[in-house]
């Protein structure tokens, strides 16, 4: 059999390097699309990149944007690829809010891009599809636990936008027999996860404060429950989803779920400090057992204008037709990136501008982000 070829879009993100690494692994050709951008986006993959004229290179990148359909259409003619992840999207749900048209641009519109760039180049009968769809579908609880059959109701215009690309996904199943399908994954971390989603945003804050570079960690629902994992697993379960004979949709989760308090606890715990809890709302505070120090703070900034209570995934079908189980339980994950922060401080790389504008964030109330 000839080498496969596998083309990534958001090859940069933390899934695109994770899923570079299995494929490259396995013995593919990977060619992943990275945007355009004015400092250097690519630190999460530099370390597979080699100049494309070594011998043997593997691993090829290319410019492009899920919003620009003539370049995709040119990146898919050139690469030629047996498979297709799509990974790429404006992620974060809180940004989606402040930049509704473009992440639905992006998510939603640039699935269709990718899907009508394979049919006009008569690519159906040869490329297989991977949709990075989300347990945001799900968002306002309908049941739980939540499964393919689980009626979604989205609850920010990031999964709305999701909404559209599942649908465009399993339409063109159906309609051009393209070997497309959607996994619905649930949240799954690693230190390799962006700094502003909440995991990394502890991990790090908790680093910061046990090197004394940051004073107080403010998040905002710490009541909001997620069905975390390690996005390493969740990679091989994408591979797993698109290597199927007939094209499906899957569920992968842990079944299990978590506040994002109790994550704050393991955190510190990681860092040996003991959080202890009062108020309540907004007015809750985390504070240190031994020394009375507050350490966590709730800023309503961080609210969302509609929240995602509660997800809690059945991965029974992924289990079962797919063999995937996640194999990283919350405590192994969070010990993982906690470590990982606290070295990449011990190190020095806390001088990075990028953490001291954070422990500046934190200090001074008019520079704090808003997400
Ligand atoms: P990241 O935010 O880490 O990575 C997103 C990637 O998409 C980055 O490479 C980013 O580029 C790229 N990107 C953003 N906008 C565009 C655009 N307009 N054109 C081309 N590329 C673009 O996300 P994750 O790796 O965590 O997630 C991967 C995918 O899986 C996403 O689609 C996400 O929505 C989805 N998902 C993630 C889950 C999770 O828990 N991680 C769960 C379920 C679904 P750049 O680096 O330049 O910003
Ligand atoms: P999520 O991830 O919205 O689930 O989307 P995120 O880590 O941003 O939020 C998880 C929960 O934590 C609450 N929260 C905070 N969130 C952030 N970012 N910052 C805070 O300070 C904070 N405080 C509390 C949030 O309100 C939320 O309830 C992720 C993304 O990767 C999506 O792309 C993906 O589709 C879903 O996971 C599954």
């Known amino acids: ?35 355009r951008s004015s400092s250097f986006n690519t630190a999460r993959i530099d370390h597979m990149y080699v100049d494309r004229h070594t011998e043997g290179a593997r691993f090829f990148l290319h410019y492009g944007d899920l919003t620009d359909g003539s370049n995709l259409i040119r990146i898919l003619q050139e690469t030629q690829p047996d498979e297709v992840y799509n990974l790429g999207a404006q992620s974060h749900v809180a940004v989606s809010f402040e930049t509704p048209e473009y992440t639905a641009n992006g998510d939603g519109i640039g699935t269709l891009r990718i899907l009508e760039a394979i049919r006009i180049l008569g690519m159906e009968k040869r490329t297989r599809f991977y949709q990075a769809s989300t347990s945001e579908l799900y968002g306002k609880v309908q049941a739980v636990p939540q499964d393919e059959e689980t009626p979604f109701y989205p609850r920010s215009p990031y999964a709305a936008a999701k909404l559209y690309a599942y649908w465009i996904t399993v339409n063109y199943r159906e309609a051009y027999g393209i070997h497309a ?25 908790v680093a910061a404060i046990h090197h004394g570079l940051q004073d107080c960690l403010y998040l905002g629902n710490l009541d909001a429950q997620r069905d975390w994992g390690h996005a390493r697993d969740y990679v091989e379960g994408m591979w797993r989803i698109v290597q199927q004979d007939q094209p499906d949709d899957f ?38 057992s031994k020394t009375g120090r507050v350490l966590v703070q709730v800023d309503p900034a961080y609210f969302r204008p509609t929240e995602v209570e509660l997800l809690l995934g059945n991965p ?10 996640h194999t990283v339980e919350l405590p192994e994950l ?6 990982t922060d606290l070295d990449s401080i011990a190190k020095g790389n806390a001088l990075l ?19």
């Open 1 to 35: 059999m000839s080498q496969r070829v596998a083309l990534i879009t958001g090859v940069t993100g933390q899934d695109g390097a994770y899923l570079a690494e299995l494929l490259l692994s396995k013995g593919y050709i990977v060619h992943g699309i990275k945007r």
């Open 181 to 205: 399908s959607n996994g619905i994954l649930f949240n799954h971390e690693s230190p390799r996860r962006g700094e502003t989603f909440v995991t990394r945003k502890i991990s790090r804050g």
């Open 251 to 288: 569920v992968l989760a842990t079944g299990t779920t978590h506040t994002v308090r109790k994550f704050v606890e393991l955190a510190f715990a990681e860092a040996g400090i003991n959080i202890e809890w009062s108020g309540s709302g907004v007015d809750e505070i985390g504070r240190c």
């Open 316 to 325: 029974a079908k992924a289990r079962a037709k797919l063999g995937w189980r």
């Open 334 to 339: 969070v010990s993982e990136m906690v470590r």
């Open 353 to 371: 501008d990028r953490e001291l504008d954070t422990s500046l964030r934190q200090r001074s109330p008019r520079l704090k982000a808003t997400v």
